[in-house]
């Protein structure tokens, strides 16, 4: 009887050890596939490095990259590493936007969110170290509806205050509860949105800084109110910044 229970736990713990190798080696295994593959100098020695953007699908034929990292060859031999975000269709550009002398690598992915929002991440590896220069905070902009169908926001960073007039979307706005005879049911904030768009642009003297958009929506994501536009220059350390536009949205 002991010989019969001793082989029956003993064929059970195989079985389990089976499983669990199973579901390990299947963790491990994930595709990674090798999105992009660029041969800049990014160490400032005058020698080309190798720099790789590589994700992991979500799932076998999936766009979707549930993880995506930098993987860099660099000319002394060592390879470096960077982890980033997941998303969609990542992006590199080399540029030298700390203005050292050196490219520096700037990476944007799409979240494929509705409202068309990208992470984006910047980082330097003069002298072959990493280091994270992290890209401009968005702007802090205020905003509310006005009675008679209205809005206005405010730049934190400026304290320029924009206003616009709304009323060819009062039906819209009724329905909605949003409004009652032009009057505001309760004090509501607009939707304020962190970047969409953040790219490398020429600026003062020649050299490099970034420009950013970001949009403010009204009721809904398909009620684009404005488009704030921001402009950085990288100087002493910090993102400086130069200035601001502000453009209406029409009616969709």
Not at 17 to 43: M, P, Q, R
Not at 90 to 102: A, E, Y
Not at 138 to 151: M, R, V
Request: hydrophobic share 35%.
């Amino acid at each position: 009887m002991k010989k019969e229970l001793l082989l029956t736990f003993a064929a059970f713990f195989c079985m389990s050890l089976t499983a669990l190798t199973g579901v390990y080696a299947g963790e491990s295994h994930d595709k990674t596939v090798t999105v992009s593959e660029d041969k800049v100098d990014v160490t400032g020695d005058g020698k080309k490095d190798t720099i790789y953007v590589k994700g992991v699908p979500f799932e076998e034929g999936a766009q979707f990259l549930k993880r995506i990292y930098l993987k860099i060859k660099a000319s002394n031999g060592k390879t470096y590493k960077i982890e980033l975000e997941g998303g969609y269709d990542p992006s590199t550009t080399f540029r030298d936007l700390n203005h050292d002398g050196v490219k520096d690598i700037f990476v944007s992915i799409p979240t494929g969110g509705s409202g068309g929002l990208s992470n984006f991440f910047l980082y330097t590896l003069k002298d072959f170290k990493v280091t994270d220069i992290t890209v401009p905070e968005p702007l802090t902009i205020n905003s509310q509806f006005e009675d008679g169908y209205k809005a206005s926001i405010t730049i934190e960073e400026t304290g320029q205050s924009y206003s616009f007039d709304l009323s060819d979307r009062k039906e819209d706005y009724e329905r909605l509860g949003l409004y009652q005879d032009g009057k505001l049911n309760e004090p509501t904030e607009l939707m304020v949105l962190p970047y969409g768009l953040l790219k490398p642009v020429k600026g003062k003297e020649n050299l490099y800084c970034l420009a950013g958009s970001q949009r403010v929506n009204g009721a809904y994501n398909a009620d684009g109110v404005a488009e704030v536009e921001s402009t950085w220059f990288y100087e002493k350390g910090k993102w400086n910044l130069v200035n601001t536009r502000v453009k209406s949205l029409k009616t969709p």
